[in-house]
């Protein structure tokens, strides 16, 4: 699903330039959880923006569904962060203006759904999650937890095929993480949902089935 | 999509209060400005323009030439003009000639004195379109002693407008019939009546009179005529004319010019029957409706591009999860459309309750009427929608633009300082024209009150001479002069401070038989001068033997005293040009002392020669020269009009009034200018201040540092002001050589003008800088003081 080759991503710095990722070579099946594991600073966040067509790399080839994303125009990204990918930050990112009811609607309005058709599947979603009594509350008044379950239930409303988190625990507590550590297990298992996460918890990292490391911009 | 754009908008709007509030109030003040201005100019360039032959009708002008380079023109001409007009040029459709007065008028058991009197002759309703109630347009004002009323006069005179045939009496000796009802003239009318009495009433209507220049001439042309044309033939006509009175070639200064009637109010220098407007003020207004516009939405854009940081994480999220730009466009277009609608909105309802308070600003009686409600509406419409687009399309763009990594790493810091900066700079650029052009004309127009006219005006009652007291007034001279609290008591045709009329000195002894020296002259009583307060630098004052000579039918003397300007002109000294012979128009005499010059037109004019004579049948105005308590005055001039005047009702102004009237085009447009001018101030400062809480914000941190690190509070509000201080000082720079010039150019249509020195410049200079600082120091201070623990904790 995803392949990686040969991706590099470096930033100006002064004369020189500051390299981040060196010459990565990746590739990660449909189905798979895989966990991009390493210190601060090695370049994993960098990795999963250019995997969720975030940022761009300096050099390099990524297929996204044997698609070649770096000819792809800002159109055709679009329609993928659409309908294909879907994120999960450690910051959840909910619009704090909207109820929690609206963030999750709001990747449905982008894809020009019906308003049946989107209320059903936000319903779904808040049953599934156990948040229907928290529809109409606005983010600052959810838990971090609650707030990243609904990051999360933003994340999976428009049945993405694979779920970018960058970090998603790294905000919250022992407890709380494992319950969503737990989530993305059954998505995976069971919704044949792709998970590619970052993390710094060898825990978090042991609900995937695959650990990828990274030290100084390269995979170990 | 759009329930939720709205929703959001709602909800951002909602959570910054403050921030919405300016943009609000500044955008709804903006608007409420922009649509008073628009009425105003609206009006003002619609005057005229109701005739249904406006596109051909035409004044006439009569332009003097003295031959040493002295030109006057004025807009009056002898009433036999028009018949020579009218046989000089095929394709004339009408003539008619207007002369006004202001005579006491007797309906019923009522005296009214009436200030909105016209001759005209039967034509006048064919050549303007004023729609008639009763009688027959065709032959309403035919015969003499025939009138035609307004619907109000029709109203007030007989409480009904079914008045044909009903009859009044004039100046308590002529009947009048009434022989037709009109509509009122609309408001953006030149030509203002209620009484409208047949041309042929007047002696000089029913005779070819060449010598009392004192009426209007309006001709409608056929379409195909050209007006240049008329001209042409019309002085033709009249040189043939002068050739029959043997008039020698090189003594004919007279020229007769053709202006167009509907661009009198706007175009002309020389007034129409109401005072006119200048279409330059029209500009100004024009740019200072469009600034206020401009300088509200600027606030707009200025705030929602540096609110941006805030709204970055936003857009970031919104655009991982698939959000096109054209959508986020349309989110901010939707956003900025909700605040301008509601902005337009309540400055509609703003501008309408505005509406009295402008008027009487304005001195105006404006009102929103259907058909300009229905054009107001599409303007607001349009401003709907050209405010949402400017205003919002710019933060639009902007938003959107972000690369989503970026903001949501948290790199994102509030970009666009740059355009922001130039975007205040241009604010206060144009506060800094406003306020600098507001102080010369608040100079100026003190000037014109406190300028040394050569005159003294004060306690100076101003009464219109009854027809009927013009042969008893020597009696009530005497009568009045007695009483307590009088000084002095005169009279003369024309008003002291607007005095028209040309004449022309036909022979002066020593200069020749043969002269066409074009003068204004003002038939006066012999306390004229006296009254007024002039000084007779060489000579002598009017005497009483004077008035016995020019009162004597048999063997009339007329007594002249010229201004120094005449003399000069005539290339005389004072004490050279005393006791010689003179002619003009008819009237033989001796020039009797030489009068210092005083201003006897607008300050806009130069003075120019000017004669006052002895002659006692014309007089238009009595004047009388109070002191002490001026109630005590009044009061003894009551008691003796009532005596000896008991036909006419007492009527009086102060002098100074009149004078004051003279400027209401200036001070109209100056009152207009001071108070626009301040809220374009206010809105810009808005702007600032919303601004200025957002630096404040955005250096929170900065600020706990440097005070925990010892920095006192004056220190950080310097810090902080030091940077708004920059932009206005810039402003300064641009905004007043351009003031400097305009102003500059303005002075020059007063012939005397105050300067404009160096204090101007710093005055408004302080006052801008003054005012930013007030506005960002506030904000300054309040950041300033806060307590350092939380301003660091919060992060």
């Keep these: 699903m995803i392949q990686l080759h040969r991706i590099s991503k470096y930033y100006p710095v002064g004369f020189g330039k500051n390299e981040v990722l060196k010459d990565v070579d990746l590739s990660i099946q449909e189905g798979e959880f895989v966990s991009i594991m390493g210190p601060s600073g090695s370049g994993k966040s960098t990795l999963l923006h250019i995997m969720g067509l975030l940022e761009e790399p300096s050099a390099g080839e990524y297929l996204f569904q044997y698609d070649p994303v770096h000819k792809l125009s800002e159109k055709k990204r679009t329609e993928l962060h659409r309908n294909s990918i879907g994120f999960v930050f450690q910051a959840y990112h909910l619009i704090d203006e909207l109820t929690v009811y609206e963030n999750i609607e709001t990747p449905l309005l982008y894809k020009n759904m019906s308003s049946a058709e989107r209320k059903s599947r936000v319903a779904d979603i808040l049953d599934r999650f156990n948040i229907v009594a928290k529809k109409d509350l606005f983010p600052n008044q959810l838990s971090g937890g609650q ?23 790294g905000n919250l507590h022992s407890s709380q993480a494992k319950e969503i550590m737990e989530l993305f297990k059954e998505l995976n298992t069971k919704d044949g949902i792709t998970i590619v996460q970052v993390t710094h918890s060898d825990i978090n990292a042991t609900f995937g089935n695959r650990v990828i490391n990274i030290a100084d911009g390269k995979v170990v | 999509m759009i329930t939720n754009y709205i929703k959001i908008a709602f909800r951002n709007l909602w959570k910054r209060k403050s921030y919405t509030f300016i943009n609000v109030t500044g955008l709804a003040v903006g608007v409420a400005c922009f649509a008073l201005l628009a009425l105003f100019i609206k009006h003002e360039t619609s ?12 004044r006439v002008l009569t332009q003097y030439n003295d031959g040493a380079g002295q030109v006057n023109t004025y807009a009056s001409t002898a009433s036999a003009l028009a018949g020579t007009l009218k046989s000089s040029s095929p394709g004339i459709l009408g003539i008619t000639r207007l002369g006004d007065a202001t005579p006491v008028i007797k309906a019923g058991e009522q005296l009214i004195q009436e200030k909105k009197f016209l001759y005209a002759d039967n034509d006048f309703f064919k050549v303007f379109s004023f729609p008639t109630i009763a009688g027959d347009p065709a032959k309403m004002l035919v015969e003499p002693y025939t009138l035609v009323l307004s619907e109000t006069a029709a109203r007030k005179y ?61 001709v409608w042309l056929d379409n195909h005529v050209q007006s240049k044309t008329v001209e042409t033939n019309l002085n033709a006509s009249l040189s043939k004319l002068m050739d029959t009175w043997g ?23 020389i007034d129409g029957l109401t005072a006119n407007m200048d279409i330059r003020y029209i500009y100004i207004l024009s740019i200072v409706a469009i600034l206020m516009l401009l300088v509200a939405c600027i606030n707009f854009m200025n705030l929602a591009t540096a609110r941006s940081a805030e709204r970055g994480r936003e857009i970031g999220v919104r655009k991982a999860i698939g959000a096109k730009r054209f959508q986020l466009v349309s989110q901010f277009l939707a956003e900025s459309g909700f605040i301008t609608l509601f902005s337009v909105l309540l400055g509609a309802l703003m501008a309408g309750l505005a509406l009295p308070y402008f008027n009487a600003l304005a001195e105006r009686e404006l009102s929103f009427s259907l058909f300009s409600v229905v054009s107001i509406v599409g303007i607001l419409v349009v401003l709907f929608v050209v405010i949402t687009l400017l205003a919002g399309i710019y933060p639009a763009l902007f938003l959107s633009s972000f690369r989503p990594v970026t903001v949501l790493k948290g790199k994102m810091t509030a970009s666009g300082g740059g355009l922001r900066k130039t ?69 003369s045709y024309d008003s002291p401070v607007s005095t028209g009329g040309g004449y022309s000195i036909n ?71 005393v006791g010689k012979k003179l002619s003009m128009n008819g009237r033989n005499g001796f020039v009797k002392g030489v009068v210092q010059d005083y201003n006897f037109a607008s300050l806009k004019e130069k003075i120019t020669p000017l004669v006052i004579f002895t002659e006692y049948g014309y007089f238009g105005k009595m004047m009388i020269k109070t002191n002490g308590d001026v109630h005590k005055s009044i009061a003894s001039l009551e008691k003796v009009w009532h005596d000896l005047v008991p036909y006419a009702p007492l009527e009086y102004h102060f002098l100074n009034d009149e004078f004051d009237s003279l400027y209401r085009t200036e001070r109209n447009t100056g009152n207009i200018l001071i108070v626009f001018s301040s809220i374009i101030i206010f809105i810009s400062c808005l702007g600032l201040f919303g601004l200025a809480a957002f630096t404040a914000e955005q250096r929170m941190k900065e ?40 102003m500059h150019q303005w002075l020059n249509n007063f012939a005397y003008h105050t300067k404009m020195t160096a204090d101007v410049i710093l005055m408004s200079a ?26 660091l904790k919060m992060d």
Excluded: C
């Design chain 2, 47 to 58: 005057y005229d323009k109701f005739h249904t032959n406006e596109q051909n009708i035409y």
């Design chain 2, 703 to 742: 600020i706990g540092i440097r005070k925990v690190m010892g920095a006192t509070t004056g220190s950080i509000v310097a810090l902080l002001s030091k940077d708004f201080l920059k932009l206005v000082l810039i402003a300064i720079v641009i905004g007043t050589p351009l003031a400097w010039f305009f």
């Design chain 2, 423 to 491: 975007l205040v700079i241009f604010q206060f650029a144009a506060s800094v024209f406003f306020i600098l052009s507001t102080i010369v004309v608040i100079k100026q127009l003190r000037y014109i009150q406190g300028s040394k006219t050569g005159m003294d005006r004060s306690q100076v009652l101003v009464i219109d001479m009854p027809r009927k007291l013009i042969a008893n007034f020597s009696t009530f001279k005497q009568q009045l002069s007695t009483q307590p609290g009088i000084s002095n008591v005169t009279a």
């Design chain 2, 766 to 791: 302080i006052t801008a800088i003054v005012v930013a600082l007030g506005t960002v120091g506030y904000q300054a201070f309040k950041a300033a003081v806060i307590n350092p623990i939380r301003s």
């Design chain 1, 147 to 169: 707030q990243q379950l609904v990051g999360i239930a933003r994340a999976l409303v428009a049945e993405p095929r694979v779920i970018f988190a960058d970090e998603p625990t």
């Design chain 2, 158 to 218: 007989f409480g009904t407008t079914d008045a044909v045939g009903k009859m009044v009496t004039i100046n308590d000796n002529q009947a009048y019939k009434v022989t037709g009802v009109i509509k009122d003239a609309p408001a953006n009318s030149q030509i203002q009546y209620n009484v409208i009495a047949s041309f042929n009433s007047l002696e000089d209507g029913r005779t070819e009179n060449w010598n009392r220049p004192n009426y209007q001439t309006y």
């Design chain 2, 507 to 577: 022979s002066f002894e020593g200069k020749g038989t043969n002269l066409n020296f074009s003068v204004t002259a003002l038939p006066a009583e012999i306390d004229f001068v006296k009254t007024l307060g002039m000084r007779i630098i060489t000579g002598d004052d009017f005497t009483m033997s004077d008035e016995i000579a020019a009162k004597n039918e048999e063997n009339n003397v007329v007594h002249f005293i010229l201004n120094e300007t005449a003399v000069k002109e005539l290339g005389l000294t004072p004490a050279l040009a």
């Design chain 2, 247 to 269: 008039i020698k070639k090189s003594d004919r200064g007279i020229l007769f010019l053709l202006d167009k009637f509907s661009d009198v109010h706007l175009h002309s220098s």
